[in-house]
């Protein structure tokens, strides 16, 4: 019942989504990758095009792990962009 979706081995910087009780077996969907931004941290925005790279300072309107897409505010600008996370201090919006 649980073949496809029981883990084998936590990946590296995960962390619990929910309570999981002494001796169950741990599901993919119970775990997920830490976050390495934090929800009002300052961080670098990068705009990324042909040719082109533009960096801004911003804020993260949520937490979120490496390679997720979260919501970040410019403080020159004060517009609100979509942008992958790629270091615990630097996000990447592509144009």
Known sequence: RYFDKA???LPNNS???RSIAKGSVI??????????????Q???IVFLGKGVQIALKGKAL????????IPVRSDK???TYSAKVET??????RI
């Not at 949520?62 to 390679?67: F, S, T, W």
């Open 7 to 9: 883990l084998t081995y």
């Open 15 to 17: 962390v619990a989504s």
């Open 27 to 40: 599901q993919y969907n119970y775990v997920k990758q830490k976050a390495i931004i934090e929800k009002n």
């Open 42 to 44: 300052n961080v670098d």
């Open 62 to 69: 949520k937490e979120g792990a490496k390679g997720e897409v």
């Open 77 to 79: 600008y004060n517009k």
């Open 88 to 93: 615990n201090s630097k996000v990447t919006v």
